[in-house]
């Protein structure tokens, strides 16, 4: 089969430079990256409806032939309409194609067709308008696949690629998982898999060749984490000598958590005894105290003479971290620095002097740190803030900065436990499961959009009192026209409700400097209210701000309404949440009453999983992982199997080096192609 990855898909009929250009933009090149192409749903033509039955405004499948003369009729723009009539024996049903010149000769009386789309219905009877068709037999398979495609490329000519790409599958094809592994689980051969996915015998079969081409891309990926995490169990860490444990949490001005110091003693254990290096994940919800726990094992590091570094995904929390270290070791002998992209050229020309001379043993920085130019003199320790927004090349090229240096990655987004293997397989993971005390807990509201502007009342009631609010829109493009853009309700906000008070606005759309200077300004109290879509999701901490609304509350996850709640409560003063939704939906209903009765961000990301799937605290790919094309994490049969295999083969071969695991390594390195170093 790898010879089809070296085969153009110009070579298939019917696809020349135009089209192949076209399949070029679906990152499809070659006939075997075609046939790796899944469909995202399929067409049930197994069922067809009698025309007598129809319901109009749904998809359906009608069995049966022509009963009247095919009428064509000349449209105003030199377009033109062909009306024709079919009967299923009992009852007719009109069709209707718009500016299709072959049509009167591809469909031919005294032939039984199955057409299926969408159908109407009134008075005069039932409609299709332009449907798909093909002549009915009883052999044929009734699943049709529907491709993700590309203006141009129409889901007609993907299949017939696709017909051809399978004629061209070998017999015997090289399968990745070793044939006795596949028959201990229970899984189909690669080549029935690819042939039934793309045109399936029957919905057994089809999830029959789901379920192993979601298992096997499971497996890889856990397979590569492992091996990561194996790669860094065969070095050495640059380990400390002296435990200055103690001596940092004399230096808090708060009593540390239960939860915060168990994630210490891990870190510090990891650091001082482990024979290899550190690779931990601290994972706690919003306000749990993460950064004092990375603060300690910076501390640990660069009492014993090693450099640390501290990666944020943002300007302005870095600058907030920076911030927070320097007054916390204001009266210690440890050197900190700042590197973002927004320094001046001589700023970072000094800093990076400084840290490949040793003169700063903690970096706070953001992307700034991982390019070629930054250079430690001896980095020991890597920190990196919000998991999800690093992906696993990004960790590697910071790490690659020092000799085996020790990882601690934090994340504030909670994730089930039955996903956190698969999700964080190369890490171990300390849970911060405590909320400081003297944090009040965050009154959650639910209203409907007729109460909007008694909400407004409270918050310039808010406001009044000295704090500041947050008021966040789901989106800002202008043309859904259900919505009201960020921009736009802003002005509305500032001409209306809140003329009497500073209002900034924030969205993905405005340039990055643009949004560090909104959200520095509502930092320092130059704004009563922001406006703003979820990029605030991840930001600084305003312990001022008291009130959070989100409207159309019904368009966010579960995962991501937790994290926008976060930005408030973070100070003395009570908080508020309030989430405006005219939404009737029951399981809308039942999402949204979680968020009102419940805090703790594992039990809301349990409940996002069962409901939603976990796109909505994964995010547009924001884990950081490799991209999947058939798995999906609320898969958890495919994925509890794949973790049973996977254990199974590195038991036996824990780098993948015998023969028989072959293809998985290969399957790795290509999954894995850019992380520096996964499998050599």
């Known amino acids: 089969m790898s010879s089809l990855f070296e085969l153009s898909v110009s070579a298939l009929k019917g696809v020349g430079a135009v089209k192949a250009k076209l399949f070029s933009k679906l990152n499809i090149n070659s006939v075997g990256e075609l046939l790796y192409h899944f469909p995202r749903e399929y067409e049930d033509w197994s069922k067809p409806v009698p025309i007598s039955q129809v319901q109009g405004g749904e998809l359906c499948c009608v069995r049966g032939k022509l009963s009247a003369t095919m009428r064509e009729s000349r449209l105003p ?34 032939t039984e067709y199955l057409f299926y789309g969408k159908a109407s219905k009134d008075l005069s009877g039932v409609q299709m308008v332009s449907p798909e068709f093909r002549v009915f037999k009883n052999d044929e398979p009734s699943m049709h696949p529907v491709y993700a495609l590309t203006a141009g490329l129409t889901n007609k000519a993907v299949q017939n690629a696709v017909k051809q790409a399978l004629e061209l599958l070998p017999q015997k094809v090289s ?27 029957s919905p057994s079969a089809l999830a029959r060749a789901r379920q192993r ?22 070095r050495k860490g640059s380990n400390i000598k002296v435990d200055y444990t103690e001596d940092f949490l ?22 001082l005894h482990s024979v290899s290096p550190m690779n931990r994940l601290v994972q ?10 990375a603060a300690c094992a910076c501390y640990n590091m660069a009492k014993n003479g090693k450099q640390a570094a501290f990666m944020a995904p943002t300007e302005i929390l870095a600058e907030q971290h920076f911030a927070t270290l320097s007054k916390l070791f204001s009266n210690t002998d440890v050197k900190l620095g700042l590197l973002t992209g927004s320094c001046t050229a001589s700023a970072k020309k000094e800093i990076r002097r400084k840290l490949s001379e040793g003169e700063i043993d903690i970096i706070v920085g953001t992307h700034a740190l991982i390019t070629d130019k930054t250079i430690f003199m001896s980095l020991g320790l890597a920190v990196t803030d919000e998991q999800h927004r690093f992906g696993v090349s990004q960790r590697s090229k910071l790490l690659a900065k020092g000799e085996t240096p020790h990882l601690l990655v934090m994340s504030a987004t909670p994730i089930p436990r039955t996903l956190a293997l698969i999700v964080y397989g190369d890490l171990d993971i300390s849970i911060v499961d405590e ?21 407004y009342g409270f918050i310039r009631k808010e406001i009044d009192k000295g704090n500041a609010a947050y008021i966040v829109c789901p989106l800002v493009e202008e043309d859904e026209s259900d919505l009201m853009a960020a921009e736009e309700y802003a002005a509305e906000l500032m001409l209306k409700e809140f003329s009497d008070y500073a209002v900034g606005i924030i969205h993905g759309k405005m340039k990055y400097s643009e949004k560090e200077k909104t959200m520095a300004a509502f930092a320092a109290g130059e704004l009563d209210l922001l406006v703003a879509t979820t990029v605030i999701e991840v930001g600084v901490d305003v312990p001022r701000s008291t009130i959070m609304m989100i409207e159309n509350a019904e368009r966010f996850g579960l995962s991501q309404l937790h994290q926008l709640r976060g930005r408030v409560g973070r100070g003395e003063g009570k908080s508020y949440c309030i989430m405006v939704s005219d939404s009737t939906s029951e399981n809308t209903q039942r999402r949204l009453s979680v968020m009102c009765s419940t805090t703790d961000g594992f039990k809301i990301a349990d409940e996002d999983l069962k409901l939603r799937g976990p796109g909505d605290f994964f995010g547009e790919r924001q884990h950081g992982l490799p991209k999947l094309s058939i798995a999906e994490f609320s898969d958890m049969d495919s994925l509890s199997l794949s973790q049973a295999m996977a254990e199974d083969i590195i038991s036996e071969s824990p780098d993948l080096s015998d023969d028989k695991y072959k293809g998985l390594r290969g399957a790795v390195k290509r999954l894995f192609k850019d992380t520096e170093g996964t499998m050599n």
Do not use: W
């Open 77 to 110: 723009g030199n377009r033109f309409m062909v009306r024709a009539e079919v009967s299923d024996g009992f009852d007719a049903m009109r069709l209707v194609f718009f500016n299709n010149k072959y049509i009167t000769s591809m469909l031919k009386y005294d």
């Open 175 to 201: 399968d990745p998982i070793p044939e006795d592994i596949r028959n201990e689980y229970g899984l189909c051969g690669l080549r029935e898999a690819i042939v039934n996915i793309h045109s399936p015998a």
């Open 213 to 234: 081409l979601a298992a096997e891309e499971f497996l890889v990926l856990s397979l590569g984490l492992r091996v990561l995490r194996g790669k860094n169990t065969r």
């Open 250 to 271: 004399n230096l808090l001005p708060f009593k540390p958590t239960g939860a915060q110091l168990r994630a210490m003693g891990d870190c510090t254990r990891d650091m």
């Open 284 to 293: 706690g919800d919003v306000g749990s105290g993460k950064t004092a726990i």
């Open 435 to 455: 909320i400081p005390p003297g944090r009040q807990p965050i009154d959650t509201l639910l209203i409907s959009s007729d109460k909007r502007h008694r909400a």
